[in-house]
């Protein structure tokens, strides 16, 4: 039987697990939008939009205590590129995910997070402690693009390359 200390354990990583299983979810309908409103960009500054409202519902929900804007002023400039890099991976995803599918653009984010993670921890960037590349890190990067190449399936033939073909 699972201890509660087991179970508690175990919420964030069944969280971080349904977060993951959103993605294809959100990269689809972010596409579907952009193409009703004429452009991936509308699609993502409307997921953008939605997602400062949901956030702004939840805030006043769990009446979060205002913010130290002062304290975060103070920061390292990085602390602000976040929304930045949110929009750039809305607006990719809103864009890309129609030609590459969900399962073709998020087996590449996660081959770019894991590259860029290994790259952030052997600097020991932004505040982090160094964590040197090893051969076993290596490899386990060189795994993750096996397995965009297994998932995307580069160089088999899919029905719609197949019927483009015939019809020609």
Do not use: C, E
Not at 40 to 54: I, Y
Not at 103 to 117: E, N, R, T, W
């Amino acid at each position: 039987m699972f201890s509660k200390a087991v179970a508690l354990a175990l919420v964030p990583v069944g969280t971080a697990l349904l977060a993951g299983a959103i993605l294809p979810f959100q990269a689809a309908s972010n596409a579907a939008v952009g193409r009703a409103l004429g452009h991936p960009l509308w699609g993502a500054l409307t997921s953008l939009m939605v997602s400062a409202v949901v956030v702004v519902i939840a805030l006043l929900v769990l009446r979060v205590s205002a913010p130290d804007v002062h304290k975060a002023l103070q920061g390292s400039w990085w602390l602000w590129i976040g929304g930045i890099l949110g929009a750039v991976y809305v607006g990719s995803a809103t864009a890309i995910t129609p030609q590459l599918g969900a399962s073709g653009f998020l087996m590449l984010v996660v081959a770019g997070q894991i590259v860029a993670s290994v790259l952030v921890d052997h600097f020991g960037l932004m505040g982090l402690s160094n964590k040197p590349i090893t051969f076993t890190r290596l490899a386990g990067v060189v795994l993750i693009f096996a397995g965009v190449w297994l998932v995307q399936g580069l160089g088999t033939p899919t029905v719609a390359s197949s019927a483009s073909q015939i019809s020609q």
